[in-house]
T-cell receptor, first 114, second 115 residues
Framework: DSGVTQTPKHLITATGQRVTLRCSPR?????VYWYQQSLDQGLQFLIQ???????AKGNILERFSAQQFPDLHSELNLSSLELGDSALYFC?????????????FGPGTRLTVL | QKEVEQDPGPLSVPEGAIVSLNCTYS??????FMWYRQYSRKGPELLMY????GNKEDGRFTAQVDKSSKYISLFIRDSQPSDSATYLC???????????????FGQGTILTVHP
């Protein structure tokens, strides 16, 4: 158990809908990362937050947004969902978000868009 | 062409075998190299972490980085059925900017160790 928690574990929804994925980092970690894992693209970096501020951004779609709250938990919002958004979404956390930091991954949320 | 290439396998070996997993990369800015293990329906778990070139050993696991060839390896000695999982290499550049925290992953190699 990495200490990173994610809810829900599974999510099934329809195209066009909006969902929110939640992540609680390890105790003491200030930085949160979101990744998407699909069969064809593998594990892809979406976005990083550090102590409430956006720090780095990957190829995150405009339909996706995220934020990190004062209590350091983070939410990833996915809207206007398409079939291709079906994937595993992982949250990771690290102490400071520095270049040498180790990222610890949560168990993931499996999103199925029908 | 992907920044990180990893043979997806699958790789099947008998218990006790030495396993060699490899990744190549094209971005010379990569300085931090990691190997993660991912069991089915679980999150990736960090196995090995190396900065720049060289070798690192931890129990049955050895990580090697050859920056001149842009090639990294993970060796597993005396492989066990419990090592059956997907192994992902990951890399991070030694640079800030908009990609500050980004890990770039290989596709993952599926390994099965049979008794």
């Amino acid at each position: 158990d990495s200490g990173v928690t994610q809810t829900p574990k599974h999510l099934i929804t329809a195209t066009g809908q909006r969902v929110t994925l939640r992540c609680s980092p390890r105790s003491g970690d200030l930085s949160v990362y979101w990744y998407q894992q699909s069969l064809d693209q593998g594990l892809q970096f979406l976005i990083q937050y550090y102590n409430g501020e956006e720090r780095a951004k990957g190829n995150i779609l405009e339909r996706f947004s995220a934020q990190q709250f004062p209590d350091l938990h983070s939410e990833l919002n996915l809207s206007s969902l398409e079939l291709g958004d079906s994937a595993l979404y992982f949250c990771a956390s690290s102490v400071e978000g520095g270049l040498g930091d180790t990222q610890y991954f949560g168990p993931g949320t499996r999103l199925t868009v029908l | 062409q992907k920044e990180v290439e990893q043979d997806p396998g699958p790789l099947s070996v008998p218990e006790g075998a030495i396993v060699s997993l490899n990744c190549t990369y094209s971005n010379s800015a990569f300085q931090y190299f990691m190997w993660y293990r991912q069991y089915s329906r679980k999150g990736p778990e960090l196995l090995m972490y190396t900065y720049s070139s060289g070798n690192k050993e931890d129990g049955r696991f050895t990580a090697q980085v050859d920056k001149s060839s842009k090639y990294i390896s993970l060796f597993i000695r005396d492989s066990q059925p419990s090592d059956s999982a997907t192994y992902l290499c990951a890399m991070r550049a030694n640079a800030g900017g908009t990609s500050y925290g980004k890990l770039t992953f290989g596709q993952g190699t599926i390994l099965t160790v049979h008794p």
